[in-house]
């Protein structure tokens, strides 16, 4: 698996534009020249149409606005392909209003003329038994390095509240103590 401090390589995913119902103008090429300047936080679940990821993707859009403020992407997505999320956000009332990006990250392997493929296994979080991804969550600076990873199991959901805190002390480039806040003072370390 990919840590802090290693560089997101060549990518290509799908992205599901925020607010997007229709799959004839709903889809567009998310690479890693996207967002260019801008902070990544890539959020993995497992499945569409399933119970503990629509609480995770409700959770961290909510806090979309935030992250936005902080010059950073919100990308959720998983396995499944763009029409099954589309149909997902169709059919649970809570998604369809949702305002971050999600995507599809359906290729799993480098093509064989070398094209940039997707980005599960390149940040190695497919796991073969469950043939999804896993609960991770990835923030990504803007130099594309990694600078946070957490996995949980695949039973329990994440914190949005806590990732945005991470990101917003990663964001402070200085020593924060266990627990800071956003907005706390940072450590002074003379």
């Not at 890539?42 to 990821?53: G, I, M, N, W």
């Not at 763009?82 to 209003?97: M, S």
């Not at 996995?151 to 402070?172: F, H, I």
């Amino acid at each position: 698996m990919k840590t802090v401090g290693d560089k997101l390589e060549r990518f290509e995913i799908v992205g599901v534009k925020p607010g997007a119902l229709d799959p004839s103008d709903a889809f567009e090429k998310i690479t890693d020249l996207s967002f260019e300047g801008k902070w990544k936080v890539l959020v993995y679940y497992p499945k569409d149409f399933t119970f503990v990821c629509p609480t995770e993707i409700l959770a961290y859009d909510k806090l979309n606005k935030e992250f936005s403020d902080r010059n950073a992407v919100l990308l959720i997505g998983s396995t499944d392909n763009e029409f099954c999320k589309i149909a997902w956000k169709n059919a649970h009332e809570g998604l369809r209003n949702t305002t971050s990006w999600m995507f599809a990250d359906t290729k799993r392997s480098e093509g064989w003329d070398g094209e940039p493929r997707g980005l599960v296994n390149q940040l190695g979080v497919f796991s073969d038994g469950p043939g999804a991804a896993l609960r991770a969550t990835f923030i990504v600076d803007p130099t594309n390095t990694i600078q946070h990873v957490t996995v949980n199991s695949l039973a329990v959901g994440r914190n949005a509240d806590e990732t945005l805190r991470v990101l917003d002390a990663l964001q402070t480039g200085e020593l924060c103590q266990c627990g800071r806040q956003i907005g706390e003072a940072t450590l002074n370390a003379a």
